[in-house]
């Protein structure tokens, strides 16, 4: 690690676990079994918000006093937890913490339950369509998910939430697991409009299409079978005292993070001076100033968080939009994805688009499929969308274009998200 990071060639947060498990398959189980009398496991879970949910769980820990570790880098794989953890502990493999918080990828879940069998907290936040390539449709990973958190112990507490079909219903058949529900309970953030990024709008105990009265993004709501009993389970907490970050998706995050605090009883003045003082995960609506001008940062990595961020954006009245659209493995190799992003309802609001990225092209001829006008032909036609197929060109178009009283705002794919904050700051993160 010290290594890696003293070449600038990136945090080392995944290659030294990598040979950990080469030695030793039971790397993790055995670390963890040597501090099982007192570190606490707590692992996030779920398609987006992992990360800021993570860290905004570990910043409210911190003010109540104890000591806490995260994977922040976003190495969610196997590899990249036994990293974490060699970074923790001794030489004789002890671990002076209280909680480990490990994001952990969708398709890694059933694996790290193999190896943590009775985690202290298992928090489950969405599951929609990412990377059809590697992870399929959402009703694989559901099913890997239910097949795995039935051998969960009774000393787990399982948070889940109840607004998502599909992650309440994990919860239906469970038997000694504590159950704790979140969701929204706020008309006045309901669009009552169903966007095209929707995925679970059946009901997973009769297949019957489920209704909603509120909805709040995607397939996020109030929701209930009209042909069962099934419908979304009764909240245990529906708010926070305080919101740290814009947008809906950032609602559930928070109140997920306040939903776990509450189980250890961490004092509200704790909980509240925690998410005060909370400061986001790189790319997550993260803040560069660059040359006297402000830059946000928006991962946008489906076309679940696509829509989220640019409905954030719209709020901020963003005039000033760079999008960066890769297809590198974190990414995904399939990019038409990008269809079901509900470009047409915002793209009119903004002054000057730039795209770029490997897949530049792709992104741009979605866009001027939004516009109403349909002479957007070459790079010199006279309007508001650039084309540029090296980032840096772009990035600093983007800044030129953007004056001193307003924001330029960057919505990256994973590894365009990496490259972009490599380009601006001049430092790796993976």
Known sequence: MIISRFFNIGSGS???????????????????????????????????????????????????GYKVFQNESGANLLNGISSTLIHQCNVVGEIDNDFGIF?????????????????????????FRDQLD????VNVIAEKWGNAIVSLASLT?????????????????LKGVKLKFFGLNDKSLATFKNQHAVDSTYCSNCGAKLIYSEIYFSHLGVWECPKCDNTRPKLDISASPIYPLLGIYNRYNTIAAVSLSRQLNIEENNVVAGLKNFKPAFGRQEILNINGKKIQIFLSKNPTSFNESLRTIAGLKAKNVLFVLNDSIPDGRDVSWIWDVDFEDYIDKFKNIIVSGDRAYDIALRIKYTTKNSNIKSQNYNSKLKIYEELKEAID??????????????????????????????????
Do not use: C
Request: no cysteine.
């Open 397 to 430: 178009e983007s800044l030129k274009l953007t004056s001193k009283n307003e924001a330029l705002y960057i919505l990256p794919t994973y590894s365009a998200m990496l490259e972009t904050r490599k380009i601006l700051t001049g430092k790796k993160i993976l």
């Open 103 to 127: 994001e952990v990828d969708e398709n890694t879940l059933p694996l790290i339950l193999k190896e943590i069998s009775s985690p202290d907290f298992v928090i489950i936040l969405n599951l």
């Open 134 to 137: 590697r992870y399929g449709e």
């Open 157 to 173: 507490t399982l948070i889940l939430n109840a607004d998502d079909p599909q992650i309440a219903s994990l919860g239906m058949h």
């Open 14 to 64: 995944t290659w030294p676990g990598h040979i950990a498990l080469t030695l030793n398959k039971n790397f993790i189980k055995d670390i963890l079994k040597t501090n099982d009398q007192r570190l606490k496991t707590i692992l996030v879970a779920g398609t987006n918000g992992k990360t800021t949910t993570g860290k905004l769980i570990k910043t409210i820990l911190a003010k109540g």
